[in-house]
């Protein structure tokens, strides 16, 4: 392979990338627009599914500063989907966690998501899901500096 095809190469495989980027995040945009949410608010109520972060690690998951990340917060909790708790280890912080609303809405979005993205992977086959997890799990494993 000489330079110039690896180039295209590289050129078409970023193209693919990007296509399927905006491919998924217009599935995840419709789905978040269902339920009157902004794909930060879906992200938010996914990473409080299995933990209850403090605003600090909210804000560096999210990748916001704190005056935005206690916007979001409060808006969240003003829809009742979200409740802040005194933090058993630090006297002033607090953490973040879901109620039962915003655990339903959680729940019903994810499934949402994982029957449209399914569709989207329908046509592949069990050997190509796997290949497809094994290089994105590669593409992520990079991306985390790991």
């Known amino acids: 392979m000489t ?20 491919l998924v995040q217009g599935v995840l945009g419709r789905v978040a627009a269902e339920h009157d949410l902004s794909l930060v608010q879906v992200r938010l109520l996914a990473i409080l599914r299995d933990r209850r972060p403090g605003m600090l690690e909210l804000a560096r998951h999210l990748g916001l500063d704190k005056s935005s990340m206690t916007g979001l917060v409060g808006r969240a909790e003003k829809r009742g989907l979200v409740r802040r708790i005194p933090s058993p280890v630090d006297g002033r912080g607090v953490l973040v966690t879901l109620t039962q609303a915003g655990r339903e809405l959680a729940e019903r979005g994810e499934a949402e998501m994982d029957e449209r993205i399914g569709m989207l992977t329908a046509s592949l086959t069990a050997a190509e899901h796997v290949q497809l997890r094994g290089l994105a799990a590669k593409l992520l494993h990079g991306a985390a500096g790991g």
């Open 3 to 22: 330079a110039g095809d690896r180039s295209d190469v590289e050129e078409s495989t970023v193209d693919a990338l990007v296509q399927l980027s905006f």
